[in-house]
């Protein structure tokens, strides 16, 4: 397998150009923002209890500062994975490259394999840099670290299926600004379809429930590390790897 | 080394290339010739495994392009037309990772990299971004990714187009110079090119092949008589009387004036049977004064044009893609 050159270049262009620093400011920056924000509310309310003890209430940094930021960080990551992976395949395609590429000896999903790489390769210097954020909690606060793990395993495994759902929408087209915008819709969609659950009664309600990405987050946060999450994401991954795999595939085959 | 069997490529209802067939020897350079639109970029691609056949079969170094693509893309270089570099890259970490992809070992790499970049000429740019290059400097990269894994079958997609005339000459005499161990296909507009670098061409227009082979015996079959060209001042009608009269002469043709009484006619005779000797003995006996004489070589350009507006005025719709060649007066270098 001939992953390890695909990879190499793909992550060289990330970072040779602008996109990999521009992507990684305005996320680090804006999660700042969140952070800033959320911990100044959380240091009123401790003040305010610290004044009046009736008030007291379950006070705690991972509820209070560390959840909020991570939901709020999905949000982002929402529009932001769209932007990370639009280039792999449709600026390929574009600038014709994909003709030399597909001719080397190297297996599509090799090809394939490596550029998911190169993207979540990004997106863990994004979620690393945002480290931060808890270790500076961990300076004022105690902070648990368990619950934190946990946290971070479901990131990793949102992103991951975030990824290879923009690598498939860049694999249809030639255009990254359709490459994206195709991979925000499938993604919203699976955001939002939980929301229908609330009509839709019996199994079908059941099953849109559980098809949404939302469900299957919020658990992380709380330290739980349940199965059932971790396989919807794996599963998900895997189907839209195969998917663009499918899709790179296809050119190869219509006669 | 490419053997292509009754090729067909259909896009829709648009019929690309049909019940294409030829061969090409190991060592051989051969060049595919046609006007734009013709199918040669599309037959290359099939070659190359980029895009599959609608029917029929093409071998490459033994191995079939479609059920034995990785081994087909092991062993050889390809060049499209468009030349795609990945413009961020700088030449030479363009080349290193083509060579890593190609599978050129870690130990030979370095070497492997330098030895072309000194064959392309673009050792002086490699620290440079490709986007940064000039045309001619991208093609050469381009030419070099191709050769970087030193591959048995080389599939060249108009490797010279857009050069200047001194770097056309140093390509043309790189390819020379991969024939024997290499195998070249390799298209282009510029006939002359053909006739100073391959050894045999294939001729395709509109989607199917018009003519194969050597490129001495192509035009001796399209061209069967030899041709003087004669200057001569003197009365026109006995001057076409004289020179029929010679034996062998198959056709005069009446050209042009040329002035002060002179008029300009070509000579044709059977092939191999010389009647300059005859012509001046003629001019000399008759007082006509005998201001050129000239043996016209016939070029594969105009066996080309032959074919294709041959085909094209059978045609009843004329393609309006077909472009003339490019003008290049070498008359004389029909036979290598």
Request: proline share 5%; hydrophobic share 50%; with cysteine.
């Amino acid at each position: 397998m001939k992953v390890w050159p695909i990879y190499k270049r793909e992550v060289r262009q990330y970072f040779t150009s602008p996109v990999a620093y521009v992507i990684l400011a305005i996320f680090l920056f804006i999660t700042g923002l969140f952070f800033y924000a959320i911990f100044s509310g959380f240091a009123q309310a401790s003040m305010q209890i610290a004044m009046n003890p009736g008030m007291g209430r379950d006070l705690n940094v991972m509820d209070s500062v560390l959840r909020p930021l991570f939901d709020n960080m999905r949000v982002i990551l929402l529009l932001l994975m769209p932007l990370v992976t639009m280039r792999l395949f449709a600026e390929e395609r574009r600038s014709g490259t994909i003709e030399l590429l597909l001719t080397y000896p190297v297996r599509d999903g090799a090809v394939l394999v490596g550029k998911y790489l190169a993207a979540m390769t990004l997106y863990a210097a994004m979620i690393g840099g945002m480290l931060a954020y808890p270790a500076m909690l961990a300076y004022f606060a105690r902070v648990e670290w368990a619950p934190l793990l946990t946290g971070y395993i479901g990131l990793v495994l949102m992103g991951a299926m975030f990824a290879a759902v923009g690598l498939f929408a860049s694999s249809l087209t030639e255009n990254q600004i359709v490459a994206a915008i195709v991979t925000f819709g499938i993604l919203l969609s699976f955001w939002i379809i939980g929301w229908l659950a609330a009509f839709v009664s019996g199994p079908m309600g059941a099953v849109l429930t559980h098809l949404s990405i939302l469900e299957h987050n919020d658990t992380f946060a709380k330290g739980v590390l349940d199965t059932k999450d971790v396989i919807y994401y794996v599963d998900f991954t895997v189907l839209a790897l195969f998917l663009a795999l499918r899709s790179l595939e296809a050119r190869r085959w219509s006669g | 080394m490419i053997e292509v069997q009754s090729l067909t490529k259909r896009y829709g209802p648009v019929t690309a290339i049909r019940d294409v067939s030829f061969a090409v020897a190991p060592g051989e350079i051969v060049g595919f010739l046609g006007p734009n639109g013709a199918g040669k970029s599309t037959t290359m691609r099939i070659l190359a495994c980029f895009i599959p056949a609608s029917g029929g079969s093409a071998r490459v170094a033994g191995y079939d392009v479609f059920r034995e693509s990785m081994e087909v893309r092991k062993r050889i270089g390809y060049l499209p037309e468009s030349v795609p570099l990945y413009s961020e890259m700088r030449v030479a970490s363009y080349l290193d990772f083509v060579a890593e992809v190609k599978g050129v070992s870690r130990s030979t790499r370095k070497r492997r990299v330098a030895d072309v970049m000194d064959r392309c000429l673009i050792a002086d740019v490699q620290n440079r971004l490709i986007r940064n290059l000039s045309k001619g400097y991208r093609q050469r990269v381009g030419l070099a990714q191709a050769i970087v894994s030193d591959p048995h079958v080389l599939i060249l997609d108009e490797p010279t187009i857009g050069l200047d005339p001194r770097q056309i000459a140093e390509i043309r005499s790189l390819i020379k110079s991969l024939a024997g161990e290499h195998t070249v296909i390799l298209s282009t507009h510029i006939l002359p090119e053909v006739s100073m670098v391959c050894s045999a061409v294939v001729i395709i227009n509109r989607g199917a092949i018009v003519a194969q082979g050597p490129i001495d015996r192509l035009v001796e079959q399209f061209f069967p008589t030899s041709r003087v060209q004669v200057e001569v001042a003197g009365p026109r009608g006995a001057i076409l009387e004289g020179m029929r009269a010679i034996q062998g002469v198959v056709r005069v043709e009446d050209g042009a004036s040329v002035g002060d009484g002179a008029g300009r006619y070509v000579v044709e005779s059977a092939r191999g049977r010389d009647v300059r000797g005859e012509i001046f003995l003629l001019a000399a006996q008759q007082k006509w004064g005998l201001l050129e004489l000239r043996q016209v070589g016939m070029t594969l350009e105009e066996v080309f044009i032959r074919i294709v507006a041959g085909e094209e005025s059978e045609a009843a719709t004329p393609a309006t893609d077909a472009v003339p060649p490019d003008p290049a007066p070498v008359a004389d270098e029909a036979a290598p």
